[in-house]
């Protein structure tokens, strides 16, 4: 059974930082591409950045380029969100999300709420 799950939410003043994990089972996780996905509310669902499978190749929305960065471990089964200079516009649900080219599905994690605010 696939499991994504989201930790590292909370509430930041803007200029602070947050980190985002997601854990990962069910899957050989080194063979799917990762990306993490926002959703604030009243808006869609918008990517906010993604990783190959060996972590080799990264890319990342224009609104958070230079201020966030993506990552993963995959001895732990691991992918992480940085997250700098935060500011009101960032608040949403944070989604982790797994996906490979010949899977019949890409699988979603429950999110984790990122709240900046002073």
């Known amino acids: 059974q696939v499991q994504l799950v989201e930790s590292g939410g909370g509430l930041v003043q803007p200029g602070g930082s947050l980190r985002l994990s997601c854990a990962a089972s069910?899957?050989?996780?080194?063979?799917?591409?990762m990306s993490w996905y926002r959703q604030a509310p009243g808006k869609e669902r918008e990517l906010v950045a993604g990783i190959t499978s060996t972590g080799g190749s990264t890319s990342y929305a224009d609104s958070v380029k230079d201020r966030f960065i993506i990552s993963r471990d995959n001895a732990n089964n691991t992918v992480y969100l940085q997250m700098n200079s935060l500011k009101p516009e960032d608040t949403a649900v944070y989604y982790c999300h797994a996906a490979r080219s010949n899977w019949a599905r890409d699988y979603w994690g429950q999110g984790t709420q990122v709240t900046v605010s002073s």
């Open positions: 069910g899957f050989i996780f080194n063979y799917a591409r």
